[in-house]
């Protein structure tokens, strides 16, 4: 059984249209993540929603709108796409306990924005 | 400032050699660290995580981490062409009780056969 699953895995799409990506985690874990990894492979955390209530609010363009729908889901929609979105987005999910909580991590989603 | 920086390599040994990956972190009262492997095309993977100073030892895997220096380290011994992947530091810290985690730029590692 996959743990964390992401839809799509590849989103190739024009400037300015508007896309969403779906993250599903079966782990039972109250805490889900996305990160943007760019075209230098760096892993930057953009959202994090601990049992449907966004906590982590990096500092992101306000065109990323993420939704928790419940605590197994977290969907990211993207308005006005820019060539700068393009990247892998990974969804991540992790059980809070406080210190130590491995995060596990979705395939990915790479976005090309054309 | 980064706050959590690595060497992003490549770094290469070849194959049965010792490999050391070293990671510098900024926030001294972080009290965990993690090392996550991503192989090209893949989502990163946890490795190891060390919470004490000193040496903590899975299979080939050895963690290091001296929590005066703000550093830590991963040592893989007897090195496989399949160890050739990405690895990354992330270090956890804490804001308004809950955890983001940072992660460094990643060092990317050869193991030459």
């Known amino acids: 059984d996959t743990a964390v699953s992401q839809t799509p895995k590849y989103l190739v799409t024009q400037m300015g249209n508007d896309k969403s990506i779906k993250c599903e985690q079966n782990?039972?874990?109250?805490?889900m993540y996305w990160y943007k990894q760019d075209s230098k492979k760096f892993l930057k955390i953009m959202f994090s929603?601990?049992?449907?209530?966004?906590?982590i609010n990096e500092t992101v363009p306000n065109r990323f709108s993420p939704k928790s729908p419940d605590k197994a889901h977290l969907n990211l929609h993207i308005n006005s796409l820019e060539l700068g979105d393009s990247a892998v987005y990974f969804c991540?999910?992790?059980?809070?306990?406080?210190?130590?909580?491995?995060?596990?991590f979705g395939p990915g989603t790479r976005l090309t924005v054309l | 400032q980064k706050e959590v920086e690595q060497n992003s390599g490549p770094l290469s040994v070849p194959e049965g050699a010792i490999a050391s990956l070293n990671c510098t972190y900024s926030d001294r009262v972080s009290q965990s660290f993690f090392w996550y492997r991503q192989y090209s095309g893949k989502s990163p993977e946890l490795i190891m995580s060390?919470?004490?100073?000193g040496d903590k030892e899975d299979g080939r895997f050895t963690a290091q981490l001296n929590k005066a220096s703000q550093y830590v380290s991963l040592l893989i011994r007897d090195s496989q062409p399949s160890d050739s992947a990405t690895y990354l530091c992330?270090?956890?810290?804490?804001?308004?009780?809950?955890?983001?985690?940072?992660f460094g730029t990643g060092t990317k590692l050869q193991v030459i056969p």
């Open positions: 929603y601990n049992n449907k209530e966004l906590i």
């Open positions: 991540a999910s992790s059980q809070f306990e406080g210190e130590g909580n491995e995060q596990f």
């Open positions: 782990l039972g874990h109250d805490t």
């Open positions: 992330a270090v956890p810290s804490y804001s308004g009780g809950y955890q983001k985690v940072t």
């Open positions: 060390i919470y004490s100073n």
